[in-house]
């Protein structure tokens, strides 16, 4: 999943599109379930949806996952949103492919060592939902 090449390029904080995309798939898929314990649930367009994971479908003859969806639906344009069931019951947060990729940047910066973990795949849940705040919120605010 990770490359040597990546892990060298961190240390310069300068990570690619494609590893960032890795990191936060990842992510997804081992710390979404932190959120919930936050009262957070993520949202998107369902016309967003259905159009990544047709998009997929045409380029893959692999299983589709939930969460390749979700990042197919930051590539395709589209938006994911984090909503507070427990706070204001209102949108906290949503980002964009370009929102995603500078806060992984910012991510890299403040919290090295749970990007490297990832890159290492010596992550965890903690790991995750690290790498999920840093993209949606740019600072750790829960747990």
Partial sequence: MFYFGEILKLKKMKLSKKLKLDIF????????????????????????????????????NERICYEDVLVAILEKGGALQIFDHEGDSEIISSVKIKDMLDNMDL???????????????QDDAITADVVLQMVFFKDIIFG
């Fill in 25 to 60: 798939k990842n992510a997804l898929c081992n710390g979404l379930g932190e959120f919930s314990g936050y009262g957070l649930e993520l949202y998107y367009n369902d016309n967003d949806y259905d159009k990544a994971k047709s998009y997929l479908k045409k380029k893959t």
């Fill in 107 to 121: 991510a890299c910066e403040r919290h090295r060592e749970h990007i490297l973990d990832m890159i290492n795949e």
